[in-house]
């Protein structure tokens, strides 16, 4: 057998050293990673000394360009050019049309629910385009901070469904990376500014950004963040204060609806710059090019900008207005409005949102790094640098849950504002003799109707034992977890039998197309596969040894007799010798061994911890 | 897993009782899922997360149970042997089901009223006081605890469920009419 290292008591099992883990802001627009350097949370440069990497990747023959290199292109070659991915993320091709833009590309959708834009590249899906953004922010990062990231905090808008959110876990996956939690943008940006201030008290965080709005209320107590609402629109942004404003230079330049596709992208181009500029000046000088080489010339006064955006701005307000309501608070109880996103940065959006919430609104921290800088802060604390550390986040789920009933309604399951993790229990039961399956539709939205909501997947529950009509009773229960994301689990009562769930994401992608992006990738050869296989496990293997050391030695004499210690203490020493030969298969089966070992003694110490923290309340009321 | 066999309130390490510090829970609750919840167990094993993920359910539940007048009556009401039934169990009080069907017709008439916010406003504390009286009827049924107030205890809560269905209601019209500015 081999020999245990085991310090002495007192000291951990590994010394305590900081591991590195980043926050990464994968935003429609542009991008950011931001870490936790010697106590300071910053955002990261490139090689250049450039901060914000645009969320643009363009394919060629025989190779990818990701960022301002890309972005020179996207007017040149706006077909193999992909901007703002992130709006295309976990939906399938009609809801892309329906969101009614002009997309130069071409979409490809044959067997799959999920669109394929073709480049010359070959066709790529957006969660594609997405992990290459994710791998340049990491090549980023580890190139400063001159090591591997053990993991990273991904933040998404607060108001992504289930399908968008699983798109951003896939494309964190594709790129090889350890996700330590998806973080909602605006929770994010309220860790940044709530450890600057230290303020106790509500806040609503306005989050304005590129392709998405979200509104987020939060109490701040002693380092702990709980979400009280949130709301938004998944799909409404600053890109849309641009399509408006080339809407107007199309009718002002007598552009036709047809335009070709750089044309449009030279609109678009020319339509951001003015809204940027009108920041800052009364108006905008427009130098349009058209195809035939000559130019328009035209100028856009801030207070014309202001009447074309004002109906984006208001259809913000209702979410807001919601927030408020399912928070049960007033707008007067808010004691200050957190402005995020870049387009925060357009004076009538400020304007409008601090007369909504009657507060003058919080602007101190560069809205566009805000997000980077939370989710470092969250991904130091969650990587385990701070093992007494106050700070929590307790956040919510943004969409009601329900299941698809009779008559094409929907049944909640798990409410809208609910915080997470959360599991509700459904049951179900058969209507013809002798069924052995059942079709289960999960709908996420807040609307009666099944047409109205947005469809997330199909579940078959299969080998139900047959029974006569209505004699079982299959219960099966939705769990959202912290990082947002839907779980399903179903058992047959009487019988005790589990049944298997198939699960058909409704516009996600499944797990063998993932494995197979992996397996095509050229940076996953099979071999690379294999190595890369061995090399989670031996990851999970030294966390699973590293934990269960530091927890023997704080509390193994207390918690164990000698006979359970023994126990514990052979497996531990069996999985340390199997963790350094090259099997996975091997490896993950002592992981699971040794799991099945402690199982008792990882309950005993979540219990003693309960306890010692419901003791302590106890004490300080008899103080 | 956390000892499934404690009840919310021993769980939270309070009394049993309907009479509750809401400062006090609130406390409770942000200290139990400072060791539980899975942000505590990012970088720790899948079965320390899956325990953890387990537990901090279990919290969030018990919290927006105990947090709510409503529910917490209910679930006192199931610890002492009283189930509320599928909810068809209407209740009998004449004068009460009076006051909701006014209720009904002055929320079905609220929209077409010259100031329909100010209508759904008066509806909404009305609805409020109502909640507030039946709570302090639940407090003092539940301070004794005997079958026959256990019984009286049941038919408040009826009460309460049909006043949550109108204010849920009230506030979808709300921002039905706000959405619509």
């Given at each position: 057998?081999?020999?245990?290292?085991?310090?002495?008591?007192?000291?951990?099992?590994?010394?305590?050293?900081?591991?590195?883990?980043?926050?990464?802001?994968?935003?429609?627009?542009?991008?950011?990673?931001?870490?936790?350097?010697?106590?300071?949370?910053?955002?990261?440069?490139?090689?250049?000394?450039?901060?914000?990497?645009?969320?643009?990747?363009?394919?060629?023959?025989?190779?990818?360009?990701?960022?301002?290199?890309?972005?020179?292109?996207?007017?040149?070659?706006?077909?193999?050019?992909?901007?703002?991915?992130?709006?295309?993320?976990?939906?399938?091709?009609?809801?892309?049309?329906?969101?009614?833009?002009?997309?130069?590309?071409?979409?490809?959708?044959?067997?799959?629910?999920?669109?394929?834009?073709?480049?010359?590249?070959?066709?790529?899906?957006?969660?594609?385009?997405?992990?290459?953004?994710?791998?340049?922010?990491?090549?980023?990062?580890?190139?400063?901070?001159?090591?591997?990231?053990?993991?990273?905090?991904?933040?998404?808008?607060?108001?992504?469904?289930?399908?968008?959110?699983?798109?951003?876990?896939?494309?964190?996956?594709?790129?090889?990376?350890?996700?330590?939690?998806?973080?909602?943008?605006?929770?994010?940006?309220?860790?940044?500014?709530?450890?600057?201030?230290?303020?106790?008290?509500?806040?609503?965080?306005?989050?304005?950004?590129?392709?998405?709005?979200?509104?987020?209320?939060?109490?701040?107590?002693?380092?702990?963040?709980?979400?009280?609402?949130?709301?938004?629109?998944?799909?409404?942004?600053?890109?849309?204060?641009?399509?408006?404003?080339?809407?107007?230079?199309?009718?002002?330049?007598?552009?036709?609806?047809?335009?070709?596709?750089?044309?449009?992208?030279?609109?678009?181009?020319?339509?951001?710059?003015?809204?940027?500029?009108?920041?800052?000046?009364?108006?905008?000088?427009?130098?349009?090019?058209?195809?035939?080489?000559?130019?328009?010339?035209?100028?856009?006064?801030?207070?014309?900008?202001?009447?074309?955006?004002?109906?984006?701005?208001?259809?913000?307000?209702?979410?807001?207005?919601?927030?408020?309501?399912?928070?049960?608070?007033?707008?007067?109880?808010?004691?200050?409005?957190?402005?995020?996103?870049?387009?925060?940065?357009?004076?009538?959006?400020?304007?409008?949102?601090?007369?909504?919430?009657?507060?003058?609104?919080?602007?101190?921290?560069?809205?566009?790094?805000?997000?980077?800088?939370?989710?470092?802060?969250?991904?130091?604390?969650?990587?385990?640098?701070?093992?007494?550390?106050?700070?929590?986040?307790?956040?919510?789920?943004?969409?009601?849950?329900?299941?698809?009933?009779?008559?094409?309604?929907?049944?909640?399951?798990?409410?809208?504002?609910?915080?997470?993790?959360?599991?509700?229990?459904?049951?179900?039961?058969?209507?013809?003799?002798?069924?052995?399956?059942?079709?289960?539709?999960?709908?996420?939205?807040?609307?009666?109707?099944?047409?109205?909501?947005?469809?997330?997947?199909?579940?078959?529950?299969?080998?139900?034992p047959p029974m006569v009509a209505g004699a079982a009773h299959i219960r099966v229960t939705f769990s959202v977890d912290a990082d947002g994301l839907l779980h399903v689990e179903a058992e047959e009562k009487s019988s005790g039998v589990k049944t298997g769930i198939e699960v058909k994401p409704s516009y996600g992608l499944t797990d063998n197309e993932i494995e197979g992006m992996l397996r095509d990738s050229i940076d996953y050869a099979q071999k690379d596969l294999e190595a890369r296989r061995l090399r989670e496990e031996q990851v999970e293997a030294e966390r699973v040894i590293e934990a269960l050391q530091s927890a023997l030695?704080?509390?193994?004499?207390?918690?164990?007799?000698?006979?359970?210690?023994?126990?514990?203490?052979?497996?531990?020493?069996?999985?340390?010798?199997?963790?350094?030969?090259?099997?996975?298969?091997?490896?993950?089966?002592?992981?699971?061994?040794?799991?099945?070992?402690?199982?008792?003694?990882?309950?005993?110490?979540?219990?003693?911890?309960?306890?010692?923290?419901?003791?302590?309340?106890?004490?300080?009321?008899?103080? | 897993?956390?000892?499934?066999?404690?009840?919310?309130?021993?769980?939270?390490?309070?009394?049993?009782?309907?009479?509750?510090?809401?400062?006090?829970?609130?406390?409770?609750?942000?200290?139990?899922?400072?060791?539980?919840?899975?942000?505590?167990?990012?970088?720790?094993?899948?079965?320390?997360?899956?325990?953890?993920?387990?537990?901090?359910?279990?919290?969030?539940?018990?919290?927006?149970?105990?947090?709510?007048?409503?529910?917490?009556?209910?679930?006192?009401?199931?610890?002492?042997?009283?189930?509320?039934?599928?909810?068809?169990?209407?209740?009998?009080?004449?004068?009460?089901?009076?006051?909701?069907?006014?209720?009904?017709?002055?929320?079905?008439?609220?929209?077409?009223?010259?100031?329909?916010?100010?209508?759904?406003?008066?509806?909404?504390?009305?609805?409020?006081?109502?909640?507030?009286?039946?709570?302090?009827?639940?407090?003092?049924?539940f301070e004794s605890a005997t079958p026959e107030q256990l019984a009286a205890a049941r038919e408040i809560v009826l009460k309460m469920q049909f006043l949550q269905k109108i204010h849920q209601d009230a506030e979808a019209l709300e921002a039905e009419l706000e959405d619509a500015l």
């Amino acid at each position: 057998m081999a020999l245990l290292q085991l310090s002495e008591p007192g000291q951990s099992a590994a010394p305590h050293q900081h591991k590195l883990a980043a926050g990464i802001d994968l935003g429609t627009t542009n991008s950011l990673v931001a870490s936790v350097r010697s106590a300071e949370a910053e955002t990261l440069p490139d090689a250049e000394g450039r901060h914000r990497l645009p969320s643009v990747v363009r394919y060629l023959e025989d190779g990818v360009v990701v960022g301002h290199a890309a972005k020179a292109e996207a007017v040149s070659d706006p077909l193999n050019t992909i901007v703002s991915a992130k709006r295309l993320l976990g939906r399938g091709v009609e809801d892309i049309k329906s969101l009614g833009e002009r997309l130069p590309y071409e979409f490809r959708q044959d067997h799959t629910a999920v669109p394929r834009i073709h480049t010359v590249g070959g066709d790529v899906t957006p969660v594609e385009v997405s992990a290459e953004i994710l791998k340049t922010l990491t090549q980023q990062a580890e190139q400063t901070l001159g090591g591997e990231l053990t993991g990273v905090v991904i933040t998404v808008p607060a108001y992504f469904d289930d399908a968008q959110r699983q798109a951003t876990k896939d494309a964190a996956k594709l790129a090889g990376l350890n996700v330590l939690r998806l973080l909602n943008e605006p929770t994010a940006a309220a860790v940044a500014y709530g450890l600057d201030s230290g303020s106790d008290g509500i806040h609503a965080i306005y989050d304005l950004g590129g392709g998405t709005f979200d509104i987020s209320i939060l109490r701040l107590n002693r380092g702990v963040f709980e979400v009280l609402s949130t709301g938004g629109d998944s799909a409404l942004g600053g890109d849309d204060f641009d399509q408006v404003v080339a809407e107007w230079i199309m009718q002002q330049a007598g552009i036709q609806d047809d335009a070709g596709h750089a044309m449009l992208r030279r609109l678009m181009r020319d339509a951001c710059a003015a809204k940027e500029a009108l920041t800052e000046s009364e108006t905008a000088e427009i130098k349009l090019e058209l195809d035939d080489g000559s130019h328009w010339d035209g100028s856009l006064s801030r207070e014309t900008f202001n009447q074309l955006v004002e109906p984006l701005i208001r259809k913000t307000l209702g979410p807001c207005r919601r927030a408020l309501r399912d928070a049960g608070l007033g707008a007067d109880e808010i004691e200050d409005v957190v402005m995020v996103g870049g387009s925060t940065r357009v004076l009538r959006v400020r304007e409008m949102v601090g007369e909504f919430f009657g507060a003058e609104p919080l602007t101190s921290i560069d809205p566009d790094r805000v997000v980077a800088v939370g989710a470092a802060i969250q991904a130091d604390v969650l990587a385990g640098n701070k093992p007494d550390g106050e700070m929590l986040l307790l956040d919510v789920n943004p969409l009601s849950l329900g299941i698809e009933t009779m008559g094409g309604l929907v049944e909640k399951i798990i409410p809208r504002n609910t915080t997470i993790p959360v599991a509700r229990a459904q049951e179900f039961t058969t209507f013809k003799d002798g069924q052995t399956a059942l079709a289960v539709h999960v709908l996420q939205g807040e609307r009666e109707m099944v047409s109205d909501c947005r469809s997330l997947a199909r579940f078959e529950l299969r080998g139900i034992p047959p029974m006569v009509a209505g004699a079982a009773h299959i219960r099966v229960t939705f769990s959202v977890d912290a990082d947002g994301l839907l779980h399903v689990e179903a058992e047959e009562k009487s019988s005790g039998v589990k049944t298997g769930i198939e699960v058909k994401p409704s516009y996600g992608l499944t797990d063998n197309e993932i494995e197979g992006m992996l397996r095509d990738s050229i940076d996953y050869a099979q071999k690379d596969l294999e190595a890369r296989r061995l090399r989670e496990e031996q990851v999970e293997a030294e966390r699973v040894i590293e934990a269960l050391q530091s927890a023997l030695n704080s509390d193994g004499d207390r918690l164990l007799n000698a006979e359970e210690r023994q126990q514990v203490e052979t497996q531990l020493a069996r999985l340390v010798e199997i963790a350094r030969a090259d099997d996975h298969i091997q490896i993950k089966r002592e992981i699971e061994a040794l799991e099945k070992v402690c199982e008792f003694y990882v309950e005993r110490r979540m219990n003693a911890s309960v306890t010692q923290a419901m003791s302590g309340h106890s004490v300080e009321e008899f103080e | 897993m956390l000892d499934f066999s404690k009840n919310y309130f021993e769980l939270f390490g309070m009394p049993v009782a309907y009479v509750i510090d809401a400062a006090d829970l609130a406390e409770r609750y942000r200290d139990l899922q400072r060791v539980v919840h899975p942000d505590r167990f990012a970088s720790a094993s899948e079965q320390e997360r899956r325990l953890s993920m387990q537990g901090s359910i279990l919290i969030n539940e018990a919290f927006q149970t105990l947090k709510d007048p409503m529910l917490r009556a209910r679930y006192l009401l199931s610890l002492h042997g009283v189930e509320m039934g599928d909810g068809k169990g209407a209740t009998q009080d004449m004068g009460f089901l009076m006051e909701q069907m006014e209720l009904r017709e002055a929320l079905a008439e609220a929209k077409d009223q010259a100031d329909p916010f100010a209508v759904l406003s008066t509806i909404l504390s009305g609805i409020d006081q109502r909640t507030k009286g039946l709570v302090a009827q639940l407090t003092e049924q539940f301070e004794s605890a005997t079958p026959e107030q256990l019984a009286a205890a049941r038919e408040i809560v009826l009460k309460m469920q049909f006043l949550q269905k109108i204010h849920q209601d009230a506030e979808a019209l709300e921002a039905e009419l706000e959405d619509a500015l």
